[in-house]
């Protein structure tokens, strides 16, 4: 458990973002949920639910 936790501490994180844009009736205008997710090592796959919206985020090996 040691290991993982200093390997991880060497890694550089980075801030995972909801990137669900939505619209809004009453101003009639589209929008970016942009609530973070959390803070994942750089290049790593991943898939978030947002609690906020409901999208769910997806970083695979291509993207």
């Known amino acids: 458990m040691t290991q993982r936790t200093e390997k ?3 890694e550089p994180l980075v801030e995972v973002r ?3 844009i939505m619209y809004n ?3 009639d ?3 970016t949920c942009n ?3 959390g803070r994942l090592p750089k290049d790593s ?6 609690p906020k919206c ?3 985020n ?3 090996k291509n993207g």
């Open 45 to 50: 796959e991943y898939q978030i639910k947002c």
């Open 35 to 37: 609530r973070l997710l």
């Open 58 to 60: 997806i970083k695979g």
């Open 54 to 56: 409901g999208h769910m």
């Open 8 to 10: 991880s501490r060497k």
């Open 18 to 20: 909801c990137n669900n």
């Open 25 to 27: 009736p009453a101003t």
């Open 29 to 31: 205008r589209y929008y």
